[in-house]
Each structure stands twice: as C-alpha cells, then as structure tokens.
C-alpha cells in the first residue's frame, strides 16, 4: 500500500482562463476565472480526470476560490 502512493499523483491543469475582477490575497495581483482540469496519473498514466472552475491568481498560481 505505501508504494502505491508514490506511484499515483495528479497533475493540475489550467485549460483557458480570462481576467476577472479581484486580485490575489497572496500576491495582490489580478486573479482570472479559469477552467481547470485535474487528472490523476497512475505510473504516469493518467487514468482518471475531471474538470472544474476556479478563480486562480495568473501571477502565482494560488487557487482563490473554486466552483465545487
Ligand atoms: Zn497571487
């Protein structure tokens, strides 16, 4: 079982965003809606992913608020 979970990992994409109104409390930078897409690898295989929508910040990447 532990070496199961060295093996799985999951990869987070950013399809498409555009700006949006607000900035990010991390960095203060302007933060964008964006269409993300999570896929969980298994020996770098992904075998399972989803899609969702988040306010990201596109300066530092931080997840603001996410559509879940
Ligand atoms: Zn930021």
């Given at each position: 079982?532990v070496?199961?979970?060295?093996l799985v990992?999951q990869?987070?994409?950013?399809r498409?965003?555009?700006?949006?109104?607000?900035s990010?409390?991390?960095?203060g930078?302007?933060a964008?809606?964006a269409?993300?897409?999570?896929?969980?690898?298994?020996?770098?295989?992904?075998?399972y992913w989803k899609?969702?929508?988040?306010?990201?910040?596109s300066?530092?990447?931080?997840?603001l608020?996410s559509?879940?």
């Amino acid at each position: 079982m532990v070496c199961f979970c060295f093996l799985v990992d999951q990869k987070r994409m950013v399809r498409r965003c555009k700006p949006v109104a607000g900035s990010c409390s991390r960095c203060g930078r302007g933060a964008s809606v964006a269409e993300m897409r999570t896929s969980t690898r298994f020996c770098y295989i992904p075998f399972y992913w989803k899609s969702w929508k988040a306010i990201i910040c596109s300066f530092c990447g931080a997840v603001l608020k996410s559509y879940r």
